[in-house]
């Protein structure tokens, strides 16, 4: 069953903007993971927070977690067209099998 | 160094047929699991193989089932297809040693896509 449910699901954006996405999942994690699909293709892993976290950041990417409120948002900065894809939350009970959203697709227009 | 690997990439088959799908993980990798994505939808778990045996398994019928080989590739099979099998198999390898944070990110191959007529 999807665990991760992200909002907006789709989301369109002017190169050099924000992108702003937000999950919200159920159960209790041990992790909470962001990927990237590009053209219905494989998963990009983009980052991982650990339940005891509050927030990440690498290169252009800003994730935060709230697990008393069981929600995490993924920021991309400085858009570029090449961040055009769907993004992916996806939750990790510790058992190392991850339950997705329904994903976010994101068009960064150059 | 070869990231994971799958094949077919495309595949069509009809209802009631059987088909095998096969990935080959990352090196270094010893553990494989198997997600379906229909279109539109994110990947659902369907089972995770290591130590060539099925360790976990998501909500789907026993036509569905896997194996995984010494050398640690894995294939997925599934029996008599329906028309709801159409799909995006994607396939993850992750290692089971080596420091947190290592060990929970699954790197995917770029998929098989089934059509079943």
């Known amino acids: 069953s999807q665990q991760g449910e992200e909002d907006p699901q789709a989301l369109s954006i002017q190169e050099g903007e924000n992108a702003t996405m937000n999950c919200s999942y159920k159960?209790?994690?041990?992790?909470l993971q962001w990927y990237r699909q590009n053209s219905g293709r494989g998963l990009v892993h983009l980052i991982l927070?650990?339940?005891?976290?509050r927030e990440k950041h690498s290169g252009r990417l800003r994730v935060t977690l709230d697990t008393s409120k069981k929600s995490s948002s993924l920021l991309i900065t400085a858009s570029r067209a090449a961040d055009t894809a769907s993004y992916f939350c996806?939750?990790?009970?510790?058992?190392?099998?991850?339950?997705f959203g329904k994903g976010n697709q994101v068009v960064v227009i150059p | 160094d070869a990231g994971v690997t799958q094949s077919p990439t495309h595949l069509i088959k009809t209802r009631g047929q059987q088909v095998t799908l096969r990935c080959s993980p990352k090196?270094?990798?010893?553990?494989v699991s198997w997600y379906q994505q229909a279109l539109g939808q994110g990947p659902q778990f369907i089972f995770q193989?290591?130590?060539?045996?099925?360790?976990q398994r998501g909500n789907f019928p026993d036509r569905f089932s896997g194996h995984q080989f010494p050398n640690y590739s894995s294939e997925l099979n599934v029996n008599a297809l329906l028309l709801g099998d159409s799909a995006l198999y994607l396939c993850?390898?992750?290692?089971?040693?080596?420091?947190?944070?290592?060990?929970?990110?699954?790197?995917f191959g770029p998929g098989t896509r089934l059509l079943v007529l």
């Open positions: 993850a390898s992750s290692p089971r040693t080596g420091r947190i944070g290592v060990r929970e990110t699954q790197y």
């Open positions: 159960t209790s994690i041990n992790n």
């Open positions: 927070i650990r339940s005891n976290e």
């Open positions: 996806a939750t990790d009970d510790g058992n190392n099998r991850l339950a």
């Open positions: 090196s270094g990798h010893d553990t």
């Open positions: 193989y290591y130590e060539e045996e099925e360790r």
